[in-house]
């Protein structure tokens, strides 16, 4: 079996890859560099690549960024810090990000004759972003089995085992696999190591203190 995985080089889909190692599919790995400004995640994922023995390439998108306009993690906005569950963490959508993702990632499974695209969105993001909830996987996945009758091997399908599971389920899940999380970027901000403020470093930490699973991450705030 082969799948081809969107790995960013954040803990989820780092996990999500060596969950697809373990149920024996063969991997190749797509990161996507999208003009973000925590590009310090293509370097993650590069690691986590060659530490499974997958194959990675790194497609650059960013030509895109000055048109998908008013997102932090693009613009020059500040990054809201906080939880997920908070209005401000609007401001971290990038309008249509993982549409693009997916159909790009798709075109490649189809000529690669992959038996799954998988993505590692999971429940944790469902209240703020509208293209991680299970009604967009389904329908996208309708959508692009349609658009490849014919050009795709026979079973092909859009995957993403983590969309009814908590970041603290997939911390839980790493840690069961010995993800080795020291080689995983999640904060937005950008900077040489994380902030320990903003949405995602603030989730990163609630799940590696919720699963038990040690915390290897030094975070600005505390260094």
Known sequence: MKAV????????SVTLAHW?????YA???VSFDYGQRHRRELECAAWQAEHLGAAHTVIDISGIRPLLKGSALTDD???????????????TVVPNRNAIMLSIAWGLACSSEADALACGVHAGDHFIYPDCRPEFIKELGQALLTGTVGHRREGLSL???????SKTDIAAIGGELGVDFTHTWTCYEGGN?????????????????????????????SA
């Open 5 to 12: 995985a969107i790995v960013s080089g954040g803990m989820d």
């Open 20 to 24: 697809l190692k373990a149920q024996g």
């Open 27 to 29: 991997l190749h790995l």
């Open 77 to 91: 906005l500040a990054v809201p810090h906080g939880h997920y569950a908070e209005e401000s963490m609007r401001l």
């Open 159 to 165: 995957i993403a085992p983590f969309v009814d599971k």
């Open 193 to 221: 190591m994380h902030c320990g403020k903003c949405g995602a470093c603030t989730e990163r930490k609630e799940a590696f203190r919720d699963s038990g699973v040690a915390d290897p991450t030094v975070y600005e705030e």
